[in-house]
Structures are given as C-alpha cells and as structure tokens.
C-alpha cells in the first residue's frame, strides 16, 4: 500500500464549509461510537498485532490505542474551557513524546478502552447538554488556529474514525485481505 493511504486510510480531513444541527448530530453519533468500534477492532488482535506499526515509522496500535486517550482527554478539557472561558488559547502535548513513556509501552490497551467509553459518555453529555449558539464559542488550537467548537466536533469524530481504520489494516493485512 502506497504510505499516504496506510497514514490516512479515510483520507485527511475536508472540513465542512457549511454545518448545522444535522451535520453536528451525525458527528456526535460518530464519537457515541468510537469507543465500541475501536473495541471491537482491536479484539481480535494478537499481542504481536499490537506491537505492529500500522505503517512504516508509524506508532504501534497500542501506541494508537493509548493516544486515542491521551487527545480526547484533551479534547475534553479543550472544549470545556471554550464554554467557561472567552476564547482561551487551547493546551496542546509533544504526542510524539507522550508515545515514547512507559505507561504507552507497557499498558494492556483496555485501560485506554475503559477510560474512552468512560470519557466519551461524558463529552457526549456535554454536548447534548449545550444550546446552539454555545457550538459557535471559539478556542484557539495551537495546531489549527481559531475553532469554532462545532468545527472541533467535526475534528474530533473525525480523528477516532482515522485511527480506527489505521488500526483496521493491521488486521485486514493479517488476514489476508
């Protein structure tokens, strides 16, 4: 497989030029099912599968695993400032770094699995719970510049599904397909 299509198997993300209600309803469907499918992907894999890089030079689906956490707990935090705070300058963390402590290497993936479903039951309340016009409130990514948070939903559920077919074709590859 060409490297661009093993980094980005669901191509990078075009942003939506115009949202509503609809497109932010699909997306928060979307993170309601990142956890499960991201379960339901890795079950099946063998602890070899786990040390595998889902491309050359790429991190480990464990390393994937784990780093799914590591932003959405960020993500979390990032969004609930941007509803009590005036457009604050969001956190940002070294994710290439973060990937090389201990905790990456050494931690069975259901740890990460069980913080998500945890996690995201919250994000997902906290969404439902907001009005419209709080989906227009801003943050500042260091990464993306000024956000609305309805663009970061639009991110967000788009950056589970990403990692998920990563992880997807270390198993379609190790079984043939």
Do not use: C
């Amino acid at each position: 497989m060409e490297l661009d299509t093993l980094r980005y198997p669901l191509g990078r993300l075009v942003p939506a030029r115009h949202s509503g209600p609809l497109d932010r309803e699909r997306w928060m469907q979307d993170i309601a099912g990142i956890a499960g499918a991201l379960r339901s992907t890795v079950a099946s894999l063998t602890e070899e599968q786990l040390r595998m890089p889902y491309r050359p030079g790429g991190w480990t689906v464990r390393q994937v695993v784990h780093h799914l956490a590591d932003s959405d707990m960020n993500a979390y935090i990032r969004f609930k400032r941007a509803l009590t705070e005036d457009a604050p300058l969001a956190g940002t963390f070294r994710e290439d770094v973060f990937a090389e402590l201990a905790d990456y290497a050494d931690t069975p993936v259901e740890a990460s699995l069980a913080l998500l479903e945890a996690l995201h039951a919250r994000f997902l309340a906290l969404l439902h719970g907001m009005a419209d016009e709080q989906f227009k409130r801003t943050f500042t990514s260091p990464a993306h510049g000024l956000m609305t948070i309805d663009q970061a939903v639009e991110r967000f559920a788009w950056h589970g599904r990403h990692h998920i077919a990563q992880i997807a074709q270390i198993a379609n590859r190790s079984h043939g397909s």
